[in-house]
């Protein structure tokens, strides 16, 4: 099969996958959170803090969810 195995071949596919999954949270959850704190400027307040617990579940989910359970777990 060439320079890879099939198994060599499916862990690097699993590490792009969940480095992009990660990646695309974390991003999502900084843009939530950036959002929350535009909302807590105009005096939304019930709003910017659904959107700060919605952010947080996302960067916890990105960061450490993935990023740190699953991502680090396959590279070390």
């Not at 060439?2 to 690097?12: C, I, P, Q, T």
């Not at 929350?36 to 989910?61: K, N, P, R």
Request: proline share 0%; net charge neutral.
């Amino acid at each position: 099969m060439g320079m890879f195995g099939s198994g060599a071949l499916a862990e690097a596919i699993s590490l792009v996958v969940y480095s992009v999954v990660a990646a695309v949270l974390t991003i999502g959850g900084l843009f939530v959170e950036y959002t929350s704190v535009q909302y807590l400027g105009t005096g939304e307040q019930v709003v910017a803090f659904w959107l700060a617990a919605i952010g947080a579940v996302l960067l916890y989910a990105g960061l450490y969810g993935i990023g740190y359970k699953k991502l680090l777990a396959r590279v070390s």
